[in-house]
């Protein structure tokens, strides 16, 4: 349970649509998100058994959400490539920093238990 509120925290203020007028801290945010059977690697269709989600968010939230929860750390997948990696909670949360200046977070639940899981693999 912890997992999911600590994404939540994450997320909240950076849901779209203000609460109340002139709340600046509500923004509204586009990304990406599948629903899945298996695990990232290995992936197929949702089943009633197996059902998981993953999000990907990029822009102005990923960036803000990058620059939450640093310090970067050491990645082999991306080891001289220039990007840079920051992680909380055992990477079910990452997010990444091009060496372009793009930001990317990903995450993830498990639709039948609720537990964060990890949104991306190498």
Known sequence: MKNWRTVLLVLLPLA???LAAGDDWYRKFSGTYWIYSGSLG???PPTAKDKKIGFSLNGQAAR????????DVHDPCTEGSGIRI???DKQNLSCSRSSEGEYQCNFGFDLRSGKSIGG???
């Open 42 to 44: 290995d992936s197929g």
């Open 86 to 88: 920051r992680h909380k």
């Open 120 to 122: 991306i693999i190498c």
């Open 16 to 18: 779209g649509g203000a």
């Open 64 to 71: 803000e959400i990058f620059d939450a929860i640093g310090p």
